[in-house]
């Protein structure tokens, strides 16, 4: 026999299996016996009373669910995944805590920096709109951006460079490697900010020592 846990079926009566004991109990709290319940061909009879049907087997439902290629709300498409990557039709939110523990008690410092304004001021910014091998690639649209040259950042701060997202490719080592071979940069523009403070203090102790 089947076993179905903690089942709410749409019926006259709402059936709930009792994983404890395996009986079944009815909103109304009459008492069904397991030795009365029959599942065959998918259908759950109870005193040879059909009382649901086309349920699935845990198999089957876990077949479906590993095969799920798009998400949907109110008969309305929010989320595909394509070959390429996951497509999102409306805005992303999330709860999640992005933002990675800071105390200095989970931290072994290896270095403070230093000199950091003459590493910054060689990395080129820039207005642009994704091109055309963008869109080939990963489906950029067309909206203008300020951003930066990876490679001049990668050249004096390569912890914030890593392999963009859409080229990267897990292997059964847990190594990451580029999936086109063409090494795409991407940049952890977040992770700007302690140079940035640093460069500030820079130029405030310039400025110091200009007034002395």
Known sequence: ??????????????????????NIWTSNNNYISYKQIQVYNDNIKINNNNIASNLLTTSELSRRIANISNLYYDKSIKLETRSDG?????????????????????????????????????????????????????????????????????????????????DKDYLEDGSIVSKSGSNYLSVSYERFIPILIECVKELKNELNALKC
Do not use: C, Q, W
């Open 86 to 166: 996951v497509n999102i039709s409306s805005d992303l939110l999330y709860t999640v805590d992005r933002n990675p523990p800071s105390d200095i008690r989970l931290k072994n410092v290896l270095s403070y920096l230093d000199n950091s304004l003459d590493k910054i001021i060689n990395i080129d910014t820039f207005k642009y709109k994704p091109n055309e091998t963008s869109h080939n690639l990963y489906g950029s649209d067309d909206r203008i951006y300020v951003g930066v040259n990876a490679d001049d950042v990668n050249k004096v701060f390569p912890e914030l460079v890593s392999l963009a997202g859409f």
């Open 1 to 22: 026999m089947s076993v179905y846990k903690n089942i709410n079926l749409k019926s006259t009566s709402n059936i709930l299996v009792n994983a404890l004991n395996s």
